[in-house]
């Protein structure tokens, strides 16, 4: 059972690739979307909204694309989660809505169920925060799951 939704998913993913690939020059959200299968339109938002979040850099340009603000072992994985879930969808209080836009009251939903998964939510993230993408860069690499896709440099003379 995986408790995190699909975006948040591919959020983690296109993090860690990045922080795999992107040296010495940015990752193309193309060439991204390819790699993970998707469109690239779809994978775009999610950039922008890891940009707008401080966890990768745009650069401009025609060697442009993305890459860590900051360095991987600074980046935890709850940090990328949160960026990708954003605002929640129901009310603060638990309430949630009809599709007209109505709230829904429920003392069982506001005053037990959301308190409880809220605090399971937290402890959740705070083992999330625990986990570094220079963790999962590091695993990646041991289980060889990008293969032969990093470039490789000869500095022989």
């Keep these: 059972m995986n408790l995190l939704p699909r975006r948040s998913l591919l959020a983690v993913a296109a993090v860690v690739d990045i922080?795999?690939?992107?040296?010495?020059?940015?990752?193309?959200a193309k060439t991204l979307a390819a790699r993970h299968g998707l469109p690239p339109r779809h994978l775009e938002t999610l950039l922008q909204v890891l940009v707008r979040a401080g966890i990768l850099k745009g650069v401009r340009g025609p060697r442009g694309g993305y890459?860590?603000?900051?360095?991987r072992r600074r980046i935890s994985i709850a940090d990328i989660v949160r960026a990708?879930?954003?605002?929640?969808?129901?009310e603060p209080d638990g309430r949630s809505r009809e599709p007209n836009g109505k709230?829904?009251?429920?003392?069982?939903?506001?005053?037990?169920?959301?308190?409880m998964i809220r605090s399971a939510s937290e402890s959740f993230l705070e083992r999330l925060d625990e986990i570094t993408v220079d963790d999962l860069c590091m695993e990646a690499e041991r289980r060889s799951v990008f293969a032969d896709s990093r470039p490789t440099y000869d500095f022989t003379i």
Excluded: N
Excluded at 20 to 27: F, G, Q, S
Excluded at 84 to 90: C, K, M, N, V
Excluded at 103 to 115: A, F, H, R, Y
């Design 67 to 71: 890459e860590l603000a900051r360095e």
């Design 19 to 28: 922080a795999y690939h992107a040296r010495p020059t940015p990752i193309a």
């Design 84 to 90: 990708a879930l954003g605002e929640p969808e129901d």
């Design 103 to 115: 709230i829904i009251p429920s003392p069982l939903v506001s005053e037990v169920v959301t308190p």
